[in-house]
C-alpha cells in the first residue's frame, strides 16, 4: 500500500486549499502585527508590550476560526468548555 501521509495521519482528513490559505493569511497578519508592536512598543518588559502581543495571538486565532469549519466564538468556547459537543 503506497501512502503520501504517514500511517499515524491515516484516519485524518486532509485540510482543502482554502483552508490553508487561511492558515498562511493567519501567520501573516499575527507577523505583520507583531512587528508593528515590535516598533512601536520598544521595551519588552512593559505591560503595555505584552498586553499588544496577547491581542494579536488572540486575533490571530479569531482569523484561524473559519479554517475549523465552525464560527470562531464558538470554536473558542470549546476550547474552554470541555466536554463540547457539536
Known amino acids: 500500500m503506497c501512502s503520501a501521509r504517514p500511517r499515524s495521519l ?15 493569511v493567519a501567520f501573516l497578519a499575527e507577523g505583520y502585527l507583531v512587528s508593528v508592536v515590535v516598533r512601536k512598543v520598544p521595551d519588552i518588559e512593559s505591560r503595555r508590550f505584552w498586553l499588544w502581543m496577547l491581542f494579536i495571538v488572540g486575533s490571530h ?4 476560526g473559519p479554517r475549523t469549519g465552525r464560527s470562531a466564538p464558538r ?6 468548555a ?3 459537543s457539536g
Request: charged share 0%.
Open 10 to 24: 491515516a484516519g485524518l482528513f486532509y485540510p482543502a486549499i482554502w483552508q490553508w490559505v487561511v492558515l498562511g
Open 75 to 80: 470554536s473558542l468556547w470549546c476550547a474552554w
Open 82 to 84: 470541555t466536554p463540547c
Open 61 to 64: 486565532f479569531l482569523i484561524l
